[in-house]
């Protein structure tokens, strides 16, 4: 009786197999029911924000942190610098990588006169997705005189992965930013190939007001097989793009392009100077040719060493 029981609450027409008269199982026919379709997956929130602030009070007016709020598999971390060029925060997704679905949120504020660096404490990996796409959205803004830098560790893209991620800055007239962005495509040491992936990637920089740089990279498809072309990469599985905007962008254009060679290590790459702006893009046949060139090259930019995390 308890048997029977037990049958006619879990749904109709069940066979001693327990099976439905419908062909699926018992429980499958109480979903159905109930209007429940496939599982949902569990999926990744994380934000993360911090500000800084001018202390005239300080030796040398030092920068302070002014607010560090964070949320989910966000994370904020404040080491210990005294490299002189004010405070470093590095940024962690406690969650271990994102995928399709998942979603990152990222702000960081430079009060006037500050001067801070923001990084990431290693690679962001975006897994094979079985739905939807991974998002990572970042917003900095960098108040009057402030000198900033935001040097995020690379991103891997395995195969089968979707990421849309979306930079935008605000600053003043006199602020200066330098920022960085890196596209791996998959682990060359490990052998592995991208040949299905959808990247959309997305760069807007306000000065006073004003939208002095925009860029989109849209890579949708066999990755390899785009960036095996002459004109979209010779091969290339590492990709990289720096923005130096400050008053004095421009000046810096000849030590940059000296610093990126002549491309006889594998490493192709172009720079360009206008508007205050200094853009500058390479390509590698790996990750590691392309931390050889660029190293140097952020060093150069932000006039002193790359933040501990790189190292590591």
């Given at each position: ?6 049958l006619a609450i879990l749904g109709p027409a069940v066979d001693p197999s327990g099976r439905s008269a419908h062909g699926g199982s018992a429980l499958s ?14 999926r990744a929130r994380g934000s993360a924000r911090v500000s800084f602030r001018h202390d005239p009070t300080a030796p040398s007016a030092a920068t302070r ?248």
């Open positions: 009786m308890r048997i029977g029981l037990a026919a109480v979903a159905m029911e109930n209007g429940a379709s496939a599982a949902r997956m569990q942190l002014a607010e560090l709020w964070q949320d989910g598999s966000g994370k904020i971390r404040l080491p210990n610098v005294h490299d002189g060029r004010g405070p470093v925060a590095v940024l962690l997704n406690t969650a271990g990588g994102v995928t399709g679905g998942d979603r990152l949120d990222y702000a960081a504020t430079w009060g006037a006169g500050t001067t801070a660096t923001v990084t990431s404490q290693a690679a962001e990996r975006v897994y094979r997705r079985s739905a939807g796409t991974a998002r990572v959205d970042t917003t900095l803004t960098l108040g009057a005189g402030a000198r900033g830098a935001w040097l995020p560790q690379e991103t891997i893209l395995f195969d089968r992965s979707a990421l849309s991620r979306n930079l935008t800055v605000e600053m003043a007239d006199d602020a200066s930013l330098v920022a960085c962005e890196t596209v791996l495509f998959g682990r060359t040491a490990m052998g592995e190939e991208v040949t299905d992936v959808e990247l959309d990637d997305l760069w807007r920089i306000r000065r006073g007001g004003r939208l002095v740089y925009a860029d989109r990279l849209r890579i949708h498809g066999d990755a390899k097989a785009i960036l095996s072309g002459g004109a979209t990469g010779r091969g290339a599985r590492a990709i990289a793009g720096v923005v130096a905007a400050a008053p004095d962008a421009e000046a810096r254009l000849d030590g940059a392009r000296e610093i990126l060679g002549d491309g006889a290590d594998g490493v192709e790459a172009g720079a360009s100077a206008f508007d205050g702006l200094l853009v500058l893009r390479l390509a590698a046949p790996d990750g590691r040719a392309l931390r050889r060139r660029l190293e140097p090259l952020l060093a150069f930019l932000i006039d002193g060493p790359l933040p501990r995390v790189w190292a590591l």
